[in-house]
C-alpha cells in the first residue's frame, strides 16, 4: 500500500455552536471554503479539531458530515488516535468505514509509553487494520517525541505506515526523517513556521494550524516553491512565520486560532470547556496582525 500525500493539508477546527454543540452548517461550509482555496487535503480531527473533547459518537459524526461534504474533491485523513491501542483500531476501523482515505495516529499520551510499548502500539494498530496510516508525533501535546529509530523501524515492517506528520518544530528532527524515510513514506512539516526550510530539505508538503486562519497563503508558499519561485515563497514563510508566531505557538492556542477564524467571518464558535474564549487584548492583537497582512475579509 503507498500513497504519496502531497501538498498543503488544514488540520480544521471543529465548529461549535453557543451550546458546544457540533455546527454541521458551519462544518460544511468551512469544507468548501477549504476546498476554494485550494487545500491539497483535510485532516479532520487533528489537535485543532479538539478530538480530545469529542465522544466517540461525535467524532463519528463530524467524519460523516466531513466525507459527505468533501465527496472525494479532496483526500481526508483522520485523527483516530486514541490512549489504548484498543479504542483506537476501532475508531479507525470506523473511520476507514465512513469513507476517509487515510488516518492520522497521535501515540498515547497520559500514560507515556517507552519505545517498546510506541513501537508495539503502531505495529498493532498497522496489523488489524487495512487503512493507510500517518505517524503524528506533536510533543507539544504529548510530553514526548518518537524516536527517529522507532519510525524506521516501523515503515520498514508496516506498508500501509505511508506517512508522518511531526510537528517537533525542530528542522534538524525533520531533515533526519527525511534522510531516513523520505525516499518511501510523505514527511509532512506539522509547524506553520517550518514549511518553506522542510519542502527544500525533500519534505513533501506540511499539514499545518495556520492553515486554517490564511489557507491561500500557505497554498500560495506551496506552489510558489514547486514553481521555483523561491524568493516569493520566503517572503510568504516570513509572513507565515510572524501569523504562527502570534496565532498558533501559545499554551491556547485553540482558542486564538477558532478567534482569528471568527475575526474574519468564518463563525467556527469557540473551543469547549475548560478552554475559554480569548481576553480582549490578545483578540486586538490578532485583529492588529490580521489587518496588516490584509486577513481581515476572506
Known amino acids: 500500500m503507498h500513497i504519496l500525500l502531497e501538498g498543503i493539508f488544514v488540520p480544521h477546527v471543529t465548529p461549535f455552536d453557543e451550546d458546544e454543540e457540533i455546527n454541521e452548517e458551519v462544518l460544511r ?3 468548501d471554503y477549504f476546498i476554494d482555496a485550494g487545500i491539497c487535503g483535510l485532516v479532520t480531527l487533528g489537535s485543532n479539531g479538539e478530538f480530545p473533547y469529542l465522544s466517540f459518537e461525535e467524532k463519528l459524526e463530524v467524519l460523516k458530515i466531513v466525507v459527505d461534504e ?3 474533491r479532496v483526500p481526508i485523513i483522520a485523527g483516530t488516535g486514541e490512549n489504548s491501542t484498543k479504542e483506537t483500531i476501532k475508531l479507525t476501523e470506523e473511520a476507514w468505514n465512513i469513507g476517509v482515505d487515510a488516518v492520522l495516529i497521535v501515540p498515547p499520551y497520559y500514560f507515556k509509553p517507552n519505545e517498546r510499548e510506541i513501537f508495539a502500539h503502531y505495529s498493532k494498530i498497522a496489523e488489524k487494520v487495512d487503512t493507510p496510516i500517518l505517524i ?3 510533543p507539544k ?3 514526548y517525541n518518537i524516536s527517529i529509530d522507532v519510525v524506521e523501524k516501523l515503515v520498514e515492517e508496516h506498508s500501509n505506515i505511508i506517512g508522518i506528520k511531526d510537528s517537533s518544530g525542530s528542522i534538524g528532527r525533520i531533515s533526519e526523517l527525511i534522510r531516513v524515510v523520505g525516499d518511501r513514506i510523505s514527511v509532512l512539516a506539522g509547524t506553520g513556521d ?4 522542510s ?7 506540511a499539514v499545518i494550524a495556520i492553515a486554517n486562519v490564511a489557507p491561500r497563503m500557505c497554498v500560495e508558499l506551496y506552489n510558489a516553491f514547486q514553481e521555483r519561485k523561491f524568493e516569493r515563497a520566503k517572503k510568504l514563510q516570513i509572513k507565515l512565520t510572524y501569523l504562527n508566531e502570534v496565532i498558533v505557538k501559545r499554551r491556547d492556542q485553540i482558542s486564538a486560532v477558532k478567534e482569528a477564524m471568527n ?3 468564518l463563525n467556527v464558535g469557540y473551543p469547549r470547556y475548560p478552554s475559554l474564549p480569548l481576553q480582549e487584548e490578545e483578540v486586538e492583537e490578532i485583529e492588529r496582525v490580521l489587518e496588516e497582512f490584509g486577513l481581515l475579509l476572506l
Open 29 to 31: 461550509e468551512l469544507v
Open 70 to 72: 468533501t465527496n472525494n
Open 136 to 138: 503524528y508525533n506533536v
Open 141 to 143: 501535546f504529548t510530553g
Open 194 to 197: 517550518l514549511i518553506y526550510p
Open 199 to 205: 519542502l527544500i530539505l525533500g519534505a513533501h508538503g
Open 263 to 265: 475575526i474574519r467571518g
